[in-house]
């Protein structure tokens, strides 16, 4: 069956600090990824998605990038972290039958 | 306007009683997702439907395609059911999950 890996599941960092949040997936090929970040008190929002290997599509602006170097890996990355980059980010997968997975999340703190 | 819409927001019960959280959505989403979310944060799948009605233990989630309306109910609530249940829609056009801002609920024993 389908599973996904994400970590780390807490991370705190300093601001103008460079971010690397890592996703992978067993159990399927080919998988549509997706990063969401839910910010204190809101729902969850899209902010990357890719469809296949170097495949990447962004949703919103934002001091945020993706990368998808194999097809099972799925990373969210920054640079320079701001304040505002504090929330919890997930990492899902959405097979053809439109069944879902998610990670366990990754809670950043910037500070 | 977002495309997927909760209500309530807030849902606050005792022990026991029979709980409906619902959820409204546009045309173009094809599939619902009915998730919870823990305090720590993990999220859980709990059902997906496109018509129908699926259960699950005490957890019944129904559909109406027509009025683009679902509705997940539990029966015989209990305070581990303290969750944030979340809905989601799947936009088969732009195979993407949209969320709504999911409901707080809280079962106090």
């Known amino acids: 069956s389908q599973t996904i890996h994400q970590w780390p599941a807490t991370l705190v960092q300093p601001v103008g600090s460079p971010l690397s949040l890592e996703c992978t997936v067993e159990g399927t090929s080919n998988p549509n990824l997706y990063w969401y970040r839910q910010a204190a008190g809101r729902g969850l929002q899209l902010l990357f998605y890719s469809v296949g290997i170097g495949q990447i599509s962004s949703e919103v602006p934002q001091n945020l990038s993706a990368s998808r170097p194999q097809d099972r890996q799925f990373i969210l990355s920054s640079k320079k972290l701001l304040l505002s980059d504090s929330g919890f980010y997930l990492c899902?997968?959405?097979?053809?039958?439109?069944?879902?997975?998610f990670g366990q999340g990754t809670r950043l703190t910037v500070v | 306007k977002n495309e997927v819409e909760q209500s309530p927001q807030n849902l606050t019960a005792q022990e026991g009683e029979f709980i409906t959280i619902n959820c409204s959505y546009s045309v173009g989403i094809s599939a619902l997702h009915w998730l919870q979310q823990h305090p720590g944060g993990g999220i859980v799948s709990l059902f997906m439907?496109?018509?129908g009605k699926k259960k699950h233990g005490r957890l019944i989630a129904t559909i109406n395609i027509q009025e683009k309306h679902s509705s997940l109910h539990i029966t015989a609530s209990h305070p581990r059911d303290s969750a944030v249940y979340i809905c989601a829609g799947y936009q088969g056009g732009s195979e993407k999950l949209v969320f709504g801002k999911g409901t707080k609920l809280t079962v106090n024993p």
């Open positions: 899902a997968l959405l097979m053809l039958n439109t069944e879902a997975f």
């Open positions: 439907l496109s018509s």
